[in-house]
């Protein structure tokens, strides 16, 4: 009966340990593809209509990330700036992925994950003279001051456009609080490490529908915030949850 009961407490000990979901740091693994495979910066994919495109940039403001369990939601950080370029500039590179470490303040444990794509208006309303250099929301070049508004999003490369053999410049700046996006996942096993996939393609085509990057290649002006929102829904749409 003794040899039982110690068999049991081992038994429940290993249990609760193996499913101890407490952690410490968070690490998002993003993986940028193009229909389903790795995206290698500068070089050929073919975009939807069949022309070739060749992706040289692709960065992007996240906030408001923050992980939830059963009774609490934490936020974990404000703000963050991260450019995947020189992390997809290689296949070796590219099926690596980019890693995000997050150290947390204190162990815990959390079934969902929630973040935006851009800048809360508060954020939004700052400008990158409000904060010390260390600060992701310190970087000049990631302001618009005509729009008064940070560069949420750069998607960035080139493309034929008109058919005369010279590839042109594609410069999608995609801001202002109208593109502030939300993301939830839900049901994580709460291991410390989520993986992150973001299928380009997807961007410029969703639901049948390609992306008209001949009547707009660049976007620097408020009068093209409707092609601004088109892109980040289909951004919004192309993050997907994997390895979970």
Not at 217 to 224: C, K, T, V
């Amino acid at each position: 009966m003794r040899s039982n009961i110690l068999l049991a407490t081992i038994v429940s000990i290993l249990f609760f340990s193996c499913d101890n979901s407490d952690i410490d740091k968070l690490n998002i693994n993003i993986k940028l593809e193009y229909d389903g495979a790795p995206l290698v910066f500068f070089e050929d994919v073919s975009y939807p209509d069949g022309r070739i495109f060749e992706f040289t940039r692709f960065s992007i403001y996240i906030s408001e990330i923050s992980l939830d369990n059963e009774t609490n939601s934490t936020l974990i950080k404000d703000v963050d700036y991260l450019d995947l370029t020189a992390s997809h500039s290689s296949l070796t590179s590219a099926s690596e992925g980019f890693n995000y470490g997050l150290e947390l303040s204190e162990s815990m444990s959390f079934q969902k994950i929630r973040f935006n794509l851009g800048l809360t208006d508060e954020q939004n309303n700052s400008k990158p003279e409000d904060y010390n250099s260390s600060s992701p929301l310190a970087l000049s070049g990631e302001y618009w001051s005509n729009w008064e508004s940070y560069v949420f999003t750069k998607i960035e490369g080139r493309i034929d456009l008109d058919g005369d053999g010279i590839s042109d410049g594609v410069a999608l700046h995609l801001g202002s609080s109208e593109a502030l996006r939300n993301l939830i996942f839900e049901n994580l096993d709460s291991s410390g490490d989520i993986e992150l996939t973001i299928d380009m393609k997807k961007v410029f085509e969703r639901d049948g529908i390609i992306y008209d990057i001949n009547a707009t290649p660049r976007i620097h002006s408020l009068n093209q915030l409707m092609q601004t929102n088109i892109l980040m829904d289909n951004l919004k749409a192309a993050i997907a949850l994997t390895g979970n």
